[in-house]
Nanobody, 126 residues
Framework: QVQLVESGGGLVQAGGSLRLSCAAS????????MGWFRQAPGNERAFVAR????????YYADSVKGRFAISRDNAKSTVYLQMNSLKPEDTAVYYC???????????????????WGQGTQVTVSS
């Protein structure tokens, strides 16, 4: 049974930083691409970032480019999202996702991912 468990969310002031983690189990983590999505109240779930199986390629939504960084540690079966210069509009539930097609880069829709976590809340106050 595949499990993706996010952690690291919380309340932060605008301009601050948070690092999200997603621990994976029940799958061969090192062969999967990993991604982050977010969903703000009243909005659909939106792509944030993804990383290939090796960590060699990343892809970001324009709204977070230059502020967020996705990385992974295959030895720990964990993917991270470092979020800097946070803005109130970054407030959302953040979800981790896994894609069995580990080498794909520019795939950013929900249907491109096979497994999902339960999400972690990030709130940025102004």
């Amino acid at each position: 049974q595949v499990q993706l468990v996010e952690s690291g969310g919380g309340l932060v002031q605008a301009g601050g930083s948070l690092r999200l983690s997603c621990a994976a189990s029940g799958l061969t983590f090192s062969t999967h691409a990993m991604g982050w999505f977010r969903q703000a109240p009243g909005n659909e779930r939106a792509f944030v970032a993804r990383i290939t199986w090796s960590g060699g390629n990343t892809y970001y939504a324009d709204s977070v480019k230059g502020r967020f960084a996705i990385s992974r540690d295959n030895a720990k079966s964990t993917v991270y999202l470092q979020m800097n210069s946070l803005k109130p509009e970054d407030t959302a539930v953040y979800y981790c996702a896994a894609d069995r097609r580990g080498s794909r880069v520019y795939f950013a829709t929900e249907s491109d991912f096979d497994y999902w976590g339960q999400g972690t809340q990030v709130t940025v106050s102004s």
